[in-house]
T-cell receptor
Framework: KNEVEQSPQNLTAQEGEFITINCSYS?????LHWLQQHPGGGIVSLFM???GKKKHGRLIATINIQEKHSSLHITASHPRDSAVYIC?????????????FGKGTHLIIQP | SQTIHQWPATLVQPVGSPLSLECTVE??????LYWYRQAAGRGLQLLFY??????ISSEVPQNLSASRPQDRQFILSSKKLLLSDSGFYLC???????????FGDGTRLSIL
């Protein structure tokens, strides 16, 4: 069974702290998404990566294919980063590359 | 630029009533289309995907169905809603293989 596990489930930090959210998956994947879900429910795609590392502003995503593990890092965290961060794996062999999702990490950045 | 529209944003329906949620994509052709559901306290789950008009694949057996009458239109339906159909429904699109998916704003469905 294809599974995606995320940790931590909840994370509260102070403004300015370096944040790391972890994601592991059970079998080989085609690519991995990191998504951000705001309180209203809307989802924004942050990264899609299949190897190495990607950076966008204060966000960095890394993936280690051999270890079946990915991390999302936020540098100089800010209260506006508060959201649910979701890891989603795109498994090979699917029809139209539907995603399998982790349960999300609820991040709160306090001022 | 490409946009995705999903409506309604919220919906309250009685048990046993029908359902129709609509999703349309603009600014692209022949997209892959997806319906996902997020039940309370649970992660997102893929319900249906479509690679073209009239082509629907279901990932999980359920009380819902999907249709794609036009290239950029994806509809989620039910003839009789169950309490367990409550949740947050998201439509998404992508183009090509191994492509990033782009999500609509979602529909929050409450069944009474």
């Amino acid at each position: 069974k294809n599974e995606v596990e995320q940790s931590p489930q909840n994370l509260t930090a102070q403004e300015g702290e370096f944040i790391t959210i972890n994601c592991s998956y059970s079998v080989g994947i085609s690519a991995l998404h990191w998504l951000q879900q705001h309180p209203g429910g809307g989802i924004v795609s942050l990264f899609m990566l299949s190897s190495g590392k990607k950076k966008h502003g204060r966000l960095i995503a890394t993936i280690n294919i051999q270890e079946k593990h990915s991390s999302l890092h936020i540098t100089a965290s800010h209260p506006r980063d508060s959201a649910v961060y979701i890891c989603a794996a795109m498994y090979s062999g699917g029809g139209a590359d539907g995603l399998t999702f982790g349960k999300g990490t609820h991040l709160i950045i306090q001022p | 630029s490409q946009t995705i529209h999903q409506w309604p944003a919220t919906l309250v329906q009685p048990v046993g009533s029908p359902l129709s949620l609509e999703c349309t994509v603009e600014g692209t052709s022949n997209p892959n289309l997806y319906w996902y559901r997020q039940a309370a306290g649970r992660g997102l789950q893929l319900l249906f995907y479509s690679v073209g008009i009239g082509q629907i694949s279901s990932e999980v057996p359920q009380n819902l169905s999907a249709s794609r009458p036009q290239d950029r239109q994806f509809i989620l339906s039910s003839k009789k809603l169950l309490l367990s159909d409550s949740g947050f429904y998201l439509c998404a699109w992508s183009v090509g293989g191994l492509a990033a998916q782009h999500f609509g704003d979602g529909t929050r469905l409450s069944i009474l």
